[in-house]
């Protein structure tokens, strides 16, 4: 049983730099907690509709950059972390644009992907089964409880626990019964951890 990877699923939208806060830090814990770190990429607007936020952003800006995260998810799953980080990137490290397919496919491409592949990716955007994809997401984020992002969801004595907001990752190590060693772990039980 030791053995097995936890699941934690992480609900997050690019909009949100306390995503990438979070974001960063449970990539780096995800083997120190033996964690199976499940990205989530959600749309904000939608959970503040589903809530009731009467001043929700209807613009918010993140909905083409969103459907394409989903889109890689679908097709490449193993790429959604590095492209997530180059459109975080991009967004509140570099000042541009994520919101223009032009901008989309430098990330992409930045990320890994051939500029084949991104336009691929890009193109299927627009099909009913990625929009389908992120409605879905967004939803299980709010049948979770999500009333914001970042929401992680996790299971702890068999029973589906949610957190909100980049502040409680202290608290998560707590319940999960695991080690907060900060941000950006250095050691754990006396062995070098890697740092980003």
Not at 35 to 54: C, Y
Not at 71 to 85: A, H, I
Request: proline letters at 4%; aromatic letters at 10%; hydrophobic letters at 40%.
């Amino acid at each position: 049983m030791a053995g097995l990877r936890r699941k934690l699923e992480f609900f997050y939208d690019l909009l949100s730099p306390y995503c990438w806060l979070s974001f960063e830090v449970l990539c780096r814990y995800r083997n120190i907690w033996n964690i199976n770190l499940q990205l989530r990429p959600t749309f904000l607007a939608g959970i503040m509709k589903d809530t009731n936020v009467e001043e929700y952003m209807k613009d918010i800006g993140s909905l083409d950059a969103m459907r394409f995260l989903c889109s890689v998810e679908m097709e490449n799953p193993e790429m959604l972390e590095k492209v997530s980080r180059e459109l975080w990137m991009r967004i509140w490290s570099q000042d541009e644009d994520i919101t223009e397919p032009k901008s989309i496919l430098i990330a992409a491409e930045k990320a890994g992907f051939s500029e084949e592949q991104a336009e691929f990716l890009l193109k299927k955007c627009s099909t009913e089964e990625v929009k389908k994809k992120l409605r879905d997401t967004t939803t299980a984020a709010c049948r979770h409880g999500a009333f914001g992002l970042p929401t992680i969801v996790f299971n702890v004595n068999k029973k589906s626990q949610m957190l909100f907001g980049s502040d409680k990752l202290e608290l998560l190590a707590h319940l999960i019964g695991e080690q907060w060693l900060g941000p950006v772990p250095k050691t754990v039980k006396g062995k070098q951890t890697l740092r980003k």
